[in-house]
């Protein structure tokens, strides 16, 4: 989740009461358990809600290729009910719904709202993706 968290020294500030994906929008960040590892925990941004098209990867190198020779090779899908899609803020290194797949709600834990550094600084995280 670079540059939103850092790697190390990050102490999140989680309101559990958005527990399995209840209240969240686009562009929350959240606390999930690792789809690949239950009992591991990650952060990542919500991208994707039930009934919205995502482009699966758009961060695709072949994507500008094809398209100068006139094939579109960029695929969709649509999030089904009961789940969410999520990505990391660093896409180039990150493993996320583009890895994983759809997200089930139930995965998630909470919201995080803040953070605390290990040098006593404290941030807001913001949902940066939504117009207020």
């Known amino acids: 989740m670079l540059p939103t968290l850092n790697y190390a020294g ?3 500030h989680t309101d ?3 527990k399995r994906g209840k ?3 686009v562009g929350d960040v959240v606390v999930l ?3 690949s590892d239950p009992s591991q925990r990650v952060c990542k941004r ?3 809600l039930a009934g919205d098209y995502i ?3 758009p961060s695709a190198a072949d994507h500008a290729a094809a398209s100068e020779i006139g094939v579109d090779t960029r695929r969709f899908i649509q999030i089904p009910e009961g789940h969410c899609w999520v990505t990391g803020d660093n896409l180039s290194q ?3 719904s583009r890895s994983y797949g759809v997200i ?3 995965l998630v834990k909470g919201r995080i709202f803040g953070v605390h550094s290990t040098r006593g600084e404290f941030r807001w995280i913001e949902n940066n993706l939504l117009a207020a």
């Open 104 to 106: 089930p709600l139930a």
């Open 16 to 18: 559990k009461t958005c």
């Open 10 to 12: 990050d102490f999140v």
């Open 33 to 35: 358990l690792k789809p």
């Open 46 to 48: 919500i991208t994707g």
């Open 23 to 25: 209240d969240c929008r």
């Open 55 to 57: 482009e699966i990867d």
């Open 94 to 96: 990150s493993l996320d």
